[in-house]
């Protein structure tokens, strides 16, 4: 099933993801959401993992079923 909808941007730079694709997608406030842009186009991904520390997205290691990136992990291991 494909979602559509028409939203206007407000005055800060917001959208609001209509409750049905958030639904859709299982996001819920404090969800991280990878947003990326080209000439054309804005995509809004669902984060499937972030760091548990600092929410970045990439060069994740996993532990335990948690992730952690590269420079949370380089942090812990100095102290
Ligand atoms: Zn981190």
């Known amino acids: 099933m494909i979602y559509t909808n028409f939203r206007e941007i407000d005055k800060a730079g917001r959208i609001v993801i ?6 859709h997608l299982n996001i819920r406030a404090g969800d991280v959401l990878h947003i990326e842009a080209d000439d054309q186009c804005v995509t809004i991904k669902k984060a ?14 996993e532990f335990a079923g948690k992730f952690v990136c590269c420079t949370c992990l380089d942090k812990l291991k100095k102290d």
């Open 18 to 23: 209509s409750k049905d694709i958030r639904k």
């Open 48 to 61: 499937e993992s972030k760091c548990v520390f600092c929410n970045a997205l990439e060069n994740l290691t």
